[in-house]
């Protein structure tokens, strides 16, 4: 059952500067926790044990004063779980079947109506998984969950995929609004970001399109010279209740557009990437089934 009524819930909206900043609820107010390689091992793995024993409240674990020299080693850790770093802050996101099933699906779901429209994986463009990704400010980087991007720039993602839960909605705009202020023209940047999330207590996946939106501002700033500045505004959100049956979908068709993806205007057949409320029926369903949700 599909229906185009608008969410309760309105996104914010983040305006880019040079600088990022994290507010601590965008963290769930996560307790900080100084860096040691003791202190690492153990905080992942008791989240990660909490995470198989159905708790998913806290998905991130934050370390402050980390040690840049320890990286190589957290790596060859081969933890199940995402990093960002932000000046001496470590971020860890953990990682569990059901975040993990969320994004891939969904971007199989996007590669295939690139297919419909004659677009082919390596010939056109790449899927960069959760490759590591450094801000433009040097001091920061960051794994998408999922993220793809054209072959004639493939260094950089232009569509990421980020997952959660919907009780961490507000570090996952958060994330949105990393990828789109990470680089600048000419740098290849990111042109969409997707949250998907999912409510336990209502049973409800929630998609959530971001996008840089360029406006005009009256008063011309060292940091805006022309008069205008950019913000990371969500320009899209779908919901799919799988509650009732058939399940009580709002704001489909989901739509990525084609040149956000490819950096380029589509040439016919091609067109925008749009999911229609069938294919995230069945998406949202599969998932629920598959994961007992």
Not at 100 to 123: A, N, Y
Not at 213 to 238: F, I, K, M, W, Y
Not at 274 to 292: K, Q
Request: proline residues 8%.
């Amino acid at each position: 059952m599909a229906s185009s009524a608008s969410p309760t819930t309105e996104p914010p909206v983040f305006e880019l500067g040079t600088t990022l900043e994290i507010p601590p609820a965008a963290l769930e107010q996560n307790q900080e926790l100084p860096f040691s390689i003791a202190n690492f091992k153990k905080a992942v793995t008791d989240r990660l044990q909490a995470l198989d024993g159905g708790d998913d409240t806290q998905l991130w674990i934050v370390f402050s004063d980390f040690d840049y020299s320890k990286l190589k080693y957290i790596d060859r850790l081969r933890y199940p779980i995402r990093l960002q770093l932000d000046g001496s802050k470590l971020i860890v996101k953990m990682v569990g079947p059901v975040h993990e099933l969320m994004h891939i699906s969904l971007i199989q779901l996007i590669q295939r109506d690139m297919g419909r429209m004659g677009l082919e994986p390596i010939r056109d463009y790449v899927g960069l998984g959760s490759t590591r990704h450094q801000h433009r400010s040097n001091n920061s980087f960051k794994e998408a969950d999922s993220a793809l991007a054209p072959i004639t720039s493939p260094e950089w993602p232009s569509l990421v995929i980020e997952a959660g839960w919907a009780e961490t909605l507000a570090r996952l705009h958060i994330d949105a609004q990393w990828w789109l202020s990470a680089q600048v023209p000419p740098n290849s940047t990111t042109a969409l970001v997707v949250l998907v999330s999912f409510t336990k207590s209502q049973r409800t996946f929630r998609l959530e399109r971001y996008e840089l939106v360029t406006v005009g501002r009256s008063v011309v700033t060292r940091s805006a010279p022309l008069g205008v500045r950019n913000l990371a505004t969500c320009t899209a959100v779908t919901t799919i209740d799988i509650r009732s049956t058939p399940p009580i979908i709002t704001g489909a068709p989901f739509v990525l557009p084609f040149a956000g993806i490819m950096r380029r205007p589509p040439i016919a057949p091609e067109r925008n990437v749009s999911m229609s409320a069938v294919e995230l029926e069945a998406w949202a369903t599969t998932i629920a089934r598959i994961r007992n949700l």
